[in-house]
């Protein structure tokens, strides 16, 4: 009976945790850092502050997208005036841009790109148009999406303004220029009544009054006898 083991006490053994001293002096594992993916990293935007003419954004996406993930890409036109003049002088009709922001979505490709472009050639092969051109890039630091959306609404509204100033100094210009064409023409119809009429017609011509000048006589610039004799009695 005594080598036999009952069943409660085999019930109270298999529930009794089991305990190695091995575990007491385990080096906990270091766990490997995961990678950031796309929703950790903070974007960058680089600013282009020279556009090559002719350059369209699909070919500025092209260069770009060639040193990382690309997201929001903006041309600013060129001013209309400019297209226009160029038009009449016989030059290309097509669309140009004075700058442009090229954002990134990781803000370290961006420094990076920022750095190693700026101040070199556009194309590397002698035959392309933009051999010549360089690039001028420039990291915007702690810059915004945001910020770009509010800056070129800023400006819209400016643009506006200064239309509506410009338009209203037109209108009053135009108002002046009537008025004084319908009173010429007021004129003239008065002067031809008068002279059918056999009246002589004479123009009532505004006079001003003038005030008198303070010294009516010319200076000769010579110092007269009496002056000079009460400037040496007061020295002596």
């Known amino acids: 009976m005594d080598s ?18 091995l575990d007491e002096h385990a080096v906990p594992v270091r ?3 995961q990678a950031k993916t796309c929703a950790d990293t903070k974007p960058g935007i680089i600013y282009l502050s020279r556009i090559p003419t002719f350059m369209k954004p699909k070919r500025i996406q092209q260069i770009f997208s060639q040193y990382g993930e690309l997201g929001r890409t903006f041309l600013q036109a060129e001013d209309k005036y400019i297209r226009q003049m160029r038009k009449k002088k016989g030059g290309n009709k097509a669309r ?3 700058e442009g922001w090229v954002e990134f979505k990781d803000k370290k490709t961006a420094k990076r ?3 190693t472009l700026n101040n070199t050639r556009v194309s590397g092969q002698k035959r392309s148009r933009y051999y010549d051109d360089l690039w001028s890039i420039k990291y915007l630091h702690r810059f915004q999406w945001a910020h770009l959306a509010g800056q070129l609404e800023y400006e819209q509204q400016v643009q506006k303004q200064r239309m509506r100033a410009e338009i209203m100094q037109v209108k009053k210009e135009t108002n002046v220029f009537l008025k004084n064409v319908e009173k010429s023409q007021w004129l003239e119809r008065m002067e031809n009544k ?4 056999g009246k002589e017609w004479t123009h009532r011509i505004q006079q001003y009054k003038q005030r008198p000048a303070y ?7 010579k110092v007269t006898g009496s002056l000079l004799s009460k400037i040496f009695a007061k020295s002596k």
């Open 194 to 197: 008068k002279k059918k009429q």
């Open 215 to 221: 010294r009516t006589e010319p200076r000769s610039g």
């Open 4 to 21: 036999t083991v009952s069943n409660a006490e085999k019930a109270d053994v298999s529930h009794e945790p089991v305990t190695n001293d």
């Open 31 to 33: 766990r490997k850092k």
């Open 113 to 115: 790109v920022a750095l």
């Open 96 to 98: 140009c841009f004075s």
